[in-house]
């Protein structure tokens, strides 16, 4: 409403977000938060075992130390610059969520953009240094304190941003105390923060296997001992990972809960929700028994088996995060702002006098015959385009041609009698936010859609017509 749309017409606004923010979480998680800890346990074990061994405890610190550069290339490039693309891509498809977000936690981003800073200043600091803490042992022993102080600023990063990530879901108090406190610390962040802690560590170690799988030959003497103590790492981790889950379950809100099928398998196979969830299942649990098997016989573990962990920790997080952004639909943030970006307060004036009115992004004020489509394409881009497109992914064309067959012509009566309920038949989307006049505009523009497709242009290409607002 107070902000010019971004749209994406071929793959939407939120599959935009998505795709970056996964890419980040899992760069994150696997690569950051878990792995400084895990690189700094196999420095400090090099370190003991250099006390008795001076060969083998230089095996296991260049181990670590190999580990770290691959850690350190991807987090500074690709984590940094997606990092980055989440407020980018979220300011685009969202302003208003955003807006609203920030406004509650100025002071958390603020402190999060400090912490994230300092990591990445720490962990080149670290790498940088690791040659020259090799000269004694007092430096080692700095270098393996200065890590652990890096895995609290990589941690810490992840706990700020979960007390957000939890509010959007479960604002708890906070409707009533309008406090920072009371938003961030929220019904869901102890129980998200305890749920991915582990699953970051249990990834850090599917990935730090992997490559030293392959880092290091068959015939390296100390291979065995090395992907011993990772595959532990793991196996260590998974337990706790699992009540973190069960935990963080049963604090989630049970109206999300009735969206999970929907959020897991889409619309299209949500009937598949059980079986979609026993593959879930077996494959974290082959995870489990490469973890069990690099445990017990570290000599006998395939190296590109396990391909197969990392591949289930990255899918099992993905899904995870699309699990968590869905649920809590038809909210955005939950009980404040519906998923369109219109606040829960203001809902019943545009349904009275129209959003059309209070929109300065949008030449029309009162629909007449002559301008119903221009109406309605406006209303779309204001109520619909957060989710949906015309004809990309998730269209509302055939999400409405599967409703009532793609044979026929879509009735505009048929369209107005559902989006006027459909709050009420698919609980993830919000009511319809306008006025009837708005609701027939837009039913007309759908059906247009059908008949004479036409890629719906956002603010970028479009360019926006503005009014002065007449109160």
Not at 26 to 48: D, K, M, S, W
Not at 59 to 79: N, Q, Y
Not at 113 to 139: D, P
Not at 162 to 170: A, E, K, R, W, Y
Request: net charge positive; charged share 15%; with cysteine.
């Amino acid at each position: 409403m107070d902000f010019p749309l971004f749209h994406l017409d071929f793959m939407g606004n939120r599959m935009l977000v998505a795709l970056i923010a996964i890419i980040h979480v899992i760069i994150n998680h696997a690569l950051a938060v878990g792995f400084i800890p895990l690189v700094t346990f196999l420095e400090f074990r090099g370190y003991q075992k250099k006390q008795r061994n001076a060969e083998k405890g230089e095996a296991w610190d260049e181990v670590a130390r190999k580990l770290l550069f691959f850690a350190f290339i991807i987090t500074t490039t690709i984590g940094a610059l997606t990092g980055v693309g989440i407020w980018f891509a979220t300011s685009l498809a969202n302003p208003a969520s955003i807006g609203s977000l920030i406004r509650v936690f100025y002071f958390a981003w603020f402190s999060e953009w400090i912490v994230f800073v300092l990591e990445v200043i720490f962990i080149m600091i670290y790498y940088l240094t690791w040659k020259k803490s090799k000269q004694s042992a007092r430096n080692k022993k700095r270098h393996i304190i200065f890590g652990f102080w890096l895995s609290v600023f990589s941690f810490l990063t992840m706990a700020i941003i979960v007390g957000i990530l939890g509010f959007m879901m479960d604002p708890g108090s906070w409707e009533a105390q309008k406090t920072l406190a009371s938003g961030f610390f929220n019904p869901l962040y102890f129980p998200q923060l305890i749920f991915r802690t582990p699953v970051a560590m249990m990834m850090a170690g599917c990935v730090a296997l992997l490559y030293t799988a392959f880092m290091l030959k068959k015939g390296n003497p100390w291979r065995p001992e090395i992907l011993k103590h990772i595959s532990f790492w793991i196996l260590l981790w998974m337990p706790i990972a699992a009540v973190g889950a069960y935990t963080y379950y049963w604090y989630i809100p049970r109206a999300m809960i009735g969206n999970l099928p929907v959020a897991l398998a889409t619309q299209q196979f949500q009937s598949w929700y059980d079986s979609l969830l026993i593959v879930m299942i077996v494959s974290v649990a082959v995870g489990f028994f490469i973890s069990i098997l690099g445990t017990l016989a570290p000599k006998r573990l395939p190296k590109y088996l396990l391909i197969i962990p990392v591949l289930v920790s990255f899918m099992f997080l993905g899904t995870f995060e699309r699990l968590r952004e869905f649920i809590r639909k038809p909210y955005v943030i939950g009980e404040y702002m519906y998923a369109n970006g219109i606040l829960v307060e203001e809902y019943p004036l545009y349904q009275q006098s129209g959003l059309l009115k209070h929109t300065p992004y949008s030449s029309i004020s009162a629909i007449t015959e002559e301008n119903k489509l221009e109406a309605g394409e406006a209303v779309f881009n204001i109520a619909c385009t957060r989710c949906h497109t015309t004809h990309g992914i998730n269209s509302v064309v055939v999400n409405f041609e599967k409703m009532y067959g793609n044979q026929d012509t879509l009735s505009t009566d048929a369209m107005k009698a559902y989006m006027k309920n459909m709050h009420n038949v698919r609980y993830y989307m919000p009511p319809f936010p306008g006025n009837d006049a708005e609701l027939d505009a837009l039913a007309a523009y759908i059906a247009e859609q059908q008949k004479r497709p036409q890629q719906l242009e956002g603010a970028q290409i479009k360019g926006v017509d503005v009014k002065e607002l007449d109160y």
